[in-house]
């Protein structure tokens, strides 16, 4: 298969690209060939602009827009990894999500009438943060953030199975970290054929 990686870290040397690479590894040993996104070192643009909002007039998109879209367009799996940051999503992953996965192409959105566009592809998500285990588990954080993306980003889209990785304990649990890049290796090998990954909404309508 072609999988797309997404990386989301203004660090090359963090904990959030050593996923990444651990991913890229279990991937390419299953035979897959990879296409390595690192929207940091890339300078995308996660700006939304009043060009891009023409999209909701049939207008085409920006050129570095389109070609986001072709990458994705090409692969047949997908895996985004970036930290979560105040419980969610840094700026730069939402605006590539603003951007890229844009009306007329991710999904339809007129009067009466919305839907996925994209192709079902299996993705995983590989989401290091901060907060242990036991806080997450109390302020109920896993359910919210799993049905977010399952439900309100990704598998609105048609992106479906759907792998949801939060990694808790990710910056000072060196166990944990270790056990992260374990879960980040065993997942690119997986992708695909994936025991873990779970229907998004399109299974379910």
């Known amino acids: 298969m072609n999988v797309l990686t997404v990386v989301c870290h203004p660090d090359s040397g963090s904990h959030t690209h050593a996923l990444a690479r651990q991913f890229n590894a279990g991937a390419t040993s299953a035979g897959h060939v990879v296409d390595f ?19 909701f007039k049939q207008v085409a998109m920006p050129d570095d827009v389109i070609a986001h879209q072709k ?3 090409w692969s047949d799996a997908l895996c ?25 192409w ?5 009067e009466e009438t919305e ?15 901060g907060a242990s285990t036991k806080q997450l588990e109390r302020w109920g954080y896993g359910p919210e953030i799993e049905h977010l993306w399952r439900f309100g980003v990704l598998g609105y889209c048609g992106v479906d199975p759907i792998r949801i990785e939060l990694l808790s304990d ?25 025991s873990k990954a779970k229907p998004g909404i399109a299974k379910l309508l």
């Open 37 to 55: 996104c690192d929207l940091y070192a890339e300078g995308f643009d996660p700006v939304m602009s009043i060009r891009d909002l023409q999209q």
């Open 71 to 73: 990458r994705v367009e």
């Open 170 to 194: 990710a910056v000072f649990n060196t166990r944990e970290r270790q056990q992260h890049l374990d879960t980040a290796y065993e997942a690119g090998v997986a992708i695909g054929r994936d």
């Open 80 to 104: 985004l990894v970036f930290p979560i940051w105040w419980y969610g999503a840094p700026a730069m992953i939402k605006g590539w999500l603003d951007r890229v996965w844009s009306a007329g």
């Open 106 to 110: 991710a999904y339809s959105f007129e």
């Open 115 to 129: 839907g996925s566009l994209l192709a079902a592809r299996p993705t995983t998500l590989l989401l290091p943060c």
